[in-house]
């Protein structure tokens, strides 16, 4: 009888597939220190973005400390000369590179405001009303046209912007220095109409309304006083029409706003003290100063504009 052979009874075990790892926190490998993060996946926030309106002039408390000397001479040269305020606020914003234009000139309308107010509460006396009525109608319009310029510049060409300022400077300048005769009868009122439509296009567009207005006046056949109190009828109209149509739009800014009301004090304080003070320079001389102040502020707007305009 043959040895029957027994039944293999060995287990054979299989491997399993090996596990993938299973990860584990920084916290569980204390040897192992995660590496920081990258600067550029960190979001780094703007504090311009996040302070509010008031924080961001407080942070620039130099540039708002610049804007009131600027506007302090501006005044200066205003009750000198009877114009010229946002000519040379405007010029000397832009030279230091302050606020843009649009806001600069925001500021300005409201500061005209603020001189003239000032300037009639402190010499009472009649305004010229009928004089001025056919230059003010002219001027309605030109200032609605300059705010649709200055909208359309705005977007497409700044620095021909900046150079139509530096030109309408420079002709301030000129006509400043180049007053010629009076006129032997007070212009008509179509000639009146027409001026006050070229300086509202200038108001609208920069808040200056100077120029023609300026050369205009000043060769009529009237008495100085009469003048001064005339331009600075026609410069507060045209502030307040652009006003009526700037901050419905939301095209004044608060930037704009806090400038303004940082430097009310000054113009009102100098406007008062020229009052109580007033000046001992002869008429030429002072004419001769504030039209150097405003050629140099339109060259070097002229030359920035032109150098932006080359390189761009």
């Known amino acids: 009888m043959a040895w029957a052979r027994p039944p293999d009874t060995r287990v054979i075990l299989k491997r399993s597939p090996p596990r993938a790892p299973v990860p584990r926190s920084p916290s569980e490998c204390p040897s192992r220190i995660p590496f ?85 509460r402190a010499r009472p006396g009649p305004v010229p009303w009928q004089l001025m009525k056919p230059a003010l109608n002219g001027s309605t319009v030109g200032v609605i046209v300059g705010l649709m310029l200055l909208v359309w510049l705005s977007g497409s060409a700044v620095s021909w912007l900046r150079g139509l300022l530096g030109v309408s400077i420079l002709v301030c300048a000129v006509l400043l220095l180049l007053q010629g005769k009076p006129l032997p009868a007070v212009s008509g009122r179509t000639s009146f109409a027409l001026i006050g439509g070229l300086s509202g296009v200038l108001g609208g567009l920069f808040s200056a309304s100077g120029p023609p207005i300026v050369f205009h006046m000043y060769r009529q056949p009237l008495d100085r006083e009469l003048v001064r109190r005339a331009l600075l009828l026609m410069f507060a109209f045209n502030s307040l029409v652009r006003l009526v149509i700037v901050v419905p739009t939301g095209h004044f800014s608060w930037h704009s706003a806090l400038l303004a009301g940082c430097a009310m004090p000054v113009v009102y304080a100098a406007t008062r003290l020229h009052h109580r003070l007033p000046n001992k320079l002869q008429p030429r001389t002072l004419q001769w100063l504030v039209a150097g102040l405003l050629f140099v502020a339109g060259v070097t707007l002229l030359a920035t504009a032109w150098t932006a305009i080359a390189h761009g």
């Not at 924080?55 to 001479?73: D, K, N, R, T, Y």
């Open 36 to 120: 920081p993060p990258s600067p550029s996946t960190v979001p780094q926030a703007s504090a311009r973005a996040d302070d509010t309106p008031v924080q961001a002039i407080l942070s620039g408390a130099v540039p708002v400390l610049i804007f009131m000397a600027c506007v302090g001479l501006a005044t200066y040269a205003q009750n000198l000369t009877g114009f010229a305020f946002s000519l040379i606020l405007l010029g000397l914003v832009s030279v230091f590179d302050i606020a843009s234009v649009n806001d600069a000139a925001n500021a300005a309308t409201v500061l005209s405001l603020i001189n003239a107010w000032t300037y009639f």
